[in-house]
């Protein structure tokens, strides 16, 4: 569903992904990996058609870049970690944005969208917040609203620019459970980019490791959550667990107790 080859991205002079070839199969969910500008979200932003770049990049057969913003938003939803919110929207006339691709000539909403904009509310727990304008959201708030707007959507690629951002444990939790639940009944297509080592490696399938804009290391989690290629390309000690055929990334002390 999604192909990358031999990608590579240039900002400001400066080459911010390099020569990266990644593979994220139908129904598949790859996270990336990597310190703070390892070029996770310039990754993002090139298949969501937003950066011009070098090598290729197909997304069910298409290059994001050459559809019409509407073609790639029937195609594509993104969730990025500091989404666009108009202040003075509701939660749930900004949830029904996600429907403007599917909309007719005269741009009206109808009972499909309406349906699809009250599903991703409810999946959300965005009910209660429903009337309530963004402005007057707290962060982890803003990105249930965020990632609901997605939802209606109804594109068969997700992409998610940290999408744990702000959220407490129990919501992460819930989010990602709930990107497995449209993984298994949509067949949805996820890649993302997270910080959180172990909760990639608990909800993933594929991991893709970046360091310096390059693929350092790709493969289910077991093979890429090593304390060896952690050490190396995050500069941290730390022991990985499995537990129950998860794996678990804990912090080791390096000095001696406080």
Known sequence: MIGLAGVSVTLAGRTVVDDVTLAVATGGWTMLLGPNGAGKTTVLRAVAGALAHGGTIAVDGNAPRSLSTRARARLIAVVWQTPLLPPEMTVREYV???????????????????????????????????????????GGERQRAALARALAQEAPVLLLDEPTTALDVGRQQEVLELVGELRAERGLTVLGAIHDLTLAGQYADRLALLDGGRLVGHGPPAAVLTEELIARHYRAQVRVVRVDGATAVVPARVGGTA
């Open 96 to 138: 029904l944005l996600g429907r403007t691709p599917h909309l007719g000539t005269l741009g009206r909403a109808g009972a499909r969208d309406r349906d699809a904009t009250g599903e991703a509310i409810a999946r959300l727990d965005l009910e209660r917040l429903a009337p309530r304008r963004l402005d007057a959201l707290s």
